[in-house]
C-alpha cells in the first residue's frame, strides 16, 4: 500500500487514523497515495490559525511578507524535479506541469514584486485621497484597508495543483491572513509535496499555512465573519458552499470561481489568408489540449462567421488530428490523460449532452489510439470537436471539462456577442481580429459577460500568453455562472482579502493612526533642513516652508528660449492676453516646479540621494510676470526599504503665489539614506 497523505495541522504532520482511499496515477491506474482526514480536528486548525499564524503575519509589514513570498519561491523552485515526477503522475505532460509549477512560482515572484513596490513597508493601506467633511478641514475622512484577524481557507480542484494553491496563497498572505488549503483529494499528492517543502523551509509563520488532506466535512462550520473561503470547483459544489448557514447567516465571505464557458469569436474581417485565421485555430487547438483540456479557461464555445465555418472546422480537424496522446511524460506526447477514469467519466456523459444539438466533427470520445500508454488503464481520451447546429442550447449550459470544444456560427457581430453572453458569464474571452472597429465593439459587448478578454491579431501574437493564461498582475475570476469571484490582479487580489474602512477624524489623528501626514494635520518646522535628516530621523511631517522669489519676464523668456517651449502663452503677449484663461503672458508651469526646487533645495552632499519622480502633479493657478512664489514641503510618507540601505520618502509639495493661493500640488518622491552618510 502506498503512503498515506498527511494533513499539516497545528504545528505538525497530523496521519489520519484509518488506511484512507487510494488515489490513481491518471496514465497508469497504479495507486500513488492514499488519502483520508479522519480524526483531524478541524476546529483546532483554525483557532491555530487565527491564534498563531494570524497574529504572526500581522506582526509583518507587507513588505516582510513580500520577501519571505519571495525567499519560499525560490527555495521551490530551487529543485522542481519531485514536483515534476509526481505532475505526470496527474496525466499532465512536461508542458502542462510548467504551466502548474512554473506558473506558480512565478505568480508568487509577481506578488512579492509587487508587494514591495506596490505596496508601503507597513500594515496598513491607504485608500484614495482624504475627503474634507467639513468647512475648515477641522473634520476629514480616509478610506483605509486593514488586515482581518481570520483565517482564509481555500478549496481547491483538481486541475492545478500548484498553481491553484500558490495563487490564492500568495495574494492572502500579503493580505496579512494565514490559510488553510483544502486541495482536490484527486492530486492531493502534489499540493503536500510542495506544502512539505515550504514547511521544512520554516521561511513562513507556523500557523500562517496549514493542509488539509482529505474531506473537509465541518470546516465551514468553524468559519465565522472574519473568515474567507475561496473555492474553485463545479457549479454544484460552489451552490452547496453557498447556502451553507456559516455563508447565509455568519458572514463568511465567499468567493466561487467555477464552471465557465469561455468563447473565441474569430472576426467577421478575417480570411482563410490571414495570419489571424491561423492564429485563431492554434489557440483553440491550444485551449482545447493544454492539460487535456481540463482547464478552467479553456476555449468551450468557439464562435466563427457562418460564411468560414466549413473551412474553421477543417483547419482545426487537421491540427487536431497531428495531437499525439499518451503517456504523459513521453516527451513525444502533446496530451496526456484526464485527472481520472471517473473525468473522464464526465467528460463523456457531458459531450453525449451535447450531442443534443451539436454533430462531432472530429475525434470520438470512446476510442483514442495511445502512445506508450494503456489506453484502458489510464485516462485517456480523443479530443472532441462538436459543431453546433442552429439554435442550440446545451453549449451553453453543459462543461464539458476535458478536451472539447464546440463551434458555433453567427451572421453579424450582435449575434457572436449575443452567444457569448449566452455563457451566463465567463472567466475569460476572445477575439481574433484585426479591425480595431470589430476589437471595439466585440470587447465592449463581451467585457460585461467577463472577467477577462484577450484581443489577438498579427500584432500583439508575438508576446501574447494566450486565451488560457491567467495572469498575476491581471483580474482572474468572472461574473455569473463563472462564480463572481475575483482572484489575482495584482494588489487588487490583495485587498480583496482586507477590511476597507471609511474613518472620520482630524487631519492630525488621521495622521496619528495612518502615520502618514494627512494635509491639515501638524507640521514641524526646525532649524534642520529636512534633506540633512537621515532616514531614521526623518519624522511625517517634517516640513520647510522656503523663502520667496519673484518670477520676472525674463525668467519665463529665458526657460522658453533655454528648453525650447515657446508655446505663445509664454512667448507671445498679444495671444497669450486672447486665450480665455490665461489673459497674458504666464510662466510655464514646468518653470514653476523648476524653481520651486530650488527654493526647497539644500545643495550639498547629504542622505538624500536622488529624487525619482513626481505624482499627481497639478497646475492650479497661473503665475504671472512678478508674481512671487514659496513653496512648503513636508514629509508625507516614509517607506524604509527591507533590502536596501536607504528607503523612499514622499514630500507633500504645494507652491504658493503672493497672495497665498496655491498654484501647484505634488507628491515629490526622493530616495533617502537610512543614516547619514559616514554615520
Ligand atoms: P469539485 O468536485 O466541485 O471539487 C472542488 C473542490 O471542492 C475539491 O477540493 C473537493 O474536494 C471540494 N469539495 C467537494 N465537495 C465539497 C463540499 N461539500 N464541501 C467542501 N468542499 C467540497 O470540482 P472538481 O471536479 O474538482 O473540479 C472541476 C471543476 O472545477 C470544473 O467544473 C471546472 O470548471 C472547475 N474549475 C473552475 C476553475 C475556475 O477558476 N473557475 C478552475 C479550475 C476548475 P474533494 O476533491 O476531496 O472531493
Redesign the pocket.
Known amino acids: 500500500m502506498s503512503a498515506l497523505l498527511e494533513s499539516y495541522a497545528g504545528g505538525s504532520w497530523f496521519r489520519a487514523s484509518d488506511g484512507g482511499r487510494p488515489l490513481l496515477d491518471a496514465a497508469t491506474g497504479e495507486e500513488v497515495a492514499r488519502i483520508s482526514s479522519t480524526g483531524l480536528d478541524l476546529s483546532a486548525m483554525v483557532d491555530h490559525a487565527r491564534n498563531v499564524g494570524g497574529p504572526a503575519v500581522r506582526a509583518l509589514t507587507f513588505h516582510e511578507r513580500a520577501g519571505l513570498l519571495k525567499a519560499v519561491a525560490k527555495h521551490l523552485a530551487a529543485d522542481k524535479d519531485e514536483l515534476y515526477a509526481l505532475s505526470a503522475r496527474t496525466g499532465a505532460t512536461l508542458r502542462d506541469s510548467q504551466v502548474d509549477i512554473d506558473g506558480g512560482f512565478g505568480t508568487v515572484f509577481s506578488y512579492a514584486g509587487k508587494g514591495t513596490r506596490e505596496l508601503p513597508n507597513d500594515t496598513i493601506v491607504l485608500d484614495g485621497a482624504t475627503e474634507q467633511l467639513g468647512r475648515s478641514g477641522s473634520f476629514v475622512g480616509q478610506h483605509i484597508y486593514t488586515s482581518r484577524p481570520g483565517v482564509a481557507v481555500q478549496?481547491?480542484?483538481?486541475?492545478?495543483p500548484v498553481w491553484?494553491m500558490l495563487e490564492k496563497l500568495a495574494p492572502a498572505f500579503l493580505a496579512g491572513l494565514p490559510t488553510i488549503v483544502?486541495?482536490?483529494?484527486?492530486t492531493a499528492y502534489l499540493t503536500e509535496r510542495v506544502v512539505r517543502r515550504i514547511i521544512e523551509s520554516g521561511l513562513l509563520p507556523e500557523g500562517s499555512l496549514q493542509l488539509l488532506c482529505?474531506?473537509?466535512?465541518g470546516?465551514?462550520d468553524q468559519l465565522g465573519a472574519q473568515d474567507s473561503v475561496a473555492?474553485?470547483?463545479?457549479?454544484?459544489?460552489?451552490a452547496?458552499?453557498r447556502q451553507h448557514p456559516s455563508v447565509l447567516y455568519g458572514g463568511v465571505q465567499l468567493g466561487i470561481?467555477?464552471?465557465?464557458l469561455n468563447c473565441s469569436i474569430l472576426g467577421p474581417d478575417v480570411t482563410v489568408e490571414d495570419p489571424e485565421f491561423d492564429l485563431f485555430v492554434e489557440g483553440v487547438v491550444t485551449e482545447m489540449t493544454v492539460k487535456a483540456g481540463q482547464?478552467?479557461t479553456a476555449i468551450r464555445r468557439t464562435i466563427v462567421p457562418a460564411v468560414i465555418a466549413d473551412e474553421v472546422v477543417r483547419a482545426i480537424s487537421a491540427r487536431l488530428a497531428t495531437i499525439t496522446v499518451g503517456n504523459p511524460g513521453n516527451p513525444d506526447v502533446r496530451m496526456g490523460a484526464l485527472a481520472s477514469l471517473g473525468?473522464r467519466d464526465e467528460v463523456r456523459k457531458a459531450v453525449q449532452s451535447l450531442r443534443g444539438s451539436a454533430e462531432i466533427v472530429f475525434g470520438d470520445p470512446d476510442r483514442v489510439d495511445v502512445v506508450d500508454a494503456d489506453a484502458e488503464a489510464g485516462a485517456f481520451m480523443s479530443p472532441i470537436l462538436l459543431r453546433a447546429s442552429a439554435g442550440a442550447t446545451e453549449p451553453h449550459d453543459v462543461?464539458a471539462?476535458g478536451p472539447v470544444s464546440t463551434v458555433l456560427t453567427y451572421g453579424s457581430l450582435d449575434e457572436a456577442v449575443g452567444l457569448a453572453a449566452r455563457g451566463e458569464g465567463s472567466?475569460v474571452g476572445s477575439v481574433v481580429t484585426h479591425d480595431p472597429e470589430v476589437a471595439r465593439s466585440v470587447t465592449l459587448g463581451l467585457a460585461p459577460w467577463h472577467g477577462r478578454i484577450l484581443v489577438l491579431d498579427r500584432e500583439d501574437a508575438g508576446e501574447s500568453t494566450g486565451h488560457g493564461s491567467p495572469l498575476p498582475t491581471l483580474v482572474?475570476g468572472g461574473p455569473g455562472r463563472?462564480?463572481g469571484g475575483e482572484e489575482l490582479g495584482g494588489i487588487r487580489g490583495v485587498l480583496h482579502h482586507m477590511q476597507r474602512s471609511a474613518i472620520q477624524a482630524s487631519p492630525d489623528m488621521l495622521t496619528a493612526i495612518t502615520r502618514q501626514w494627512i494635509k491639515g494635520s501638524l507640521q514641524h518646522v526646525d532649524e534642520v533642513h529636512p534633506f540633512r535628516k537621515s532616514l531614521a530621523e526623518l519624522r511625517v511631517g517634517d516640513t520647510i516652508r522656503s523663502g520667496s522669489r519673484t518670477v520676472t519676464l525674463a525668467d519665463i523668456e529665458h526657460f522658453a528660449e533655454f528648453t525650447g517651449d515657446t508655446f505663445y502663452a509664454h512667448t507671445d503677449a498679444a495671444a497669450a492676453a486672447a486665450n480665455p484663461l490665461f489673459g497674458g503672458i504666464v510662466a510655464h508651469g514646468y518653470l514653476v516646479v523648476s524653481l520651486a526646487a530650488g527654493l526647497f533645495v539644500e545643495p550639498s552632499p547629504g542622505p538624500v540621494l536622488a529624487n525619482f519622480g513626481v505624482d499627481n502633479l497639478r497646475f492650479l493657478t497661473p503665475v504671472k510676470a512678478e508674481d512671487t512664489i514659496a513653496v512648503t514641503l513636508t514629509v508625507k510618507q516614509i517607506t524604509p526599504r527591507n533590502s536596501a540601505d536607504y528607503g523612499e520618502v514622499r514630500w507633500d509639495a504645494v507652491v504658493t503665489n503672493g497672495a497665498g493661493e496655491p498654484v501647484a500640488t505634488y507628491d515629490v518622491l526622493t530616495l533617502v539614506a537610512k543614516t547619514l552618510p559616514g554615520a
Do not use: M, R, W
Request: charged share 15%; proline share 5%.
Open positions: 478549496i481547491n480542484a483538481f486541475n492545478f491553484g483544502k486541495p482536490a483529494s484527486q482529505g474531506s473537509p466535512e470546516l465551514l473555492f474553485t470547483g463545479s457549479a454544484g459544489t460552489g452547496v458552499l470561481e467555477a464552471d465557465s482547464k478552467c473525468q462543461e471539462f472567466l482572474h463563472a462564480g
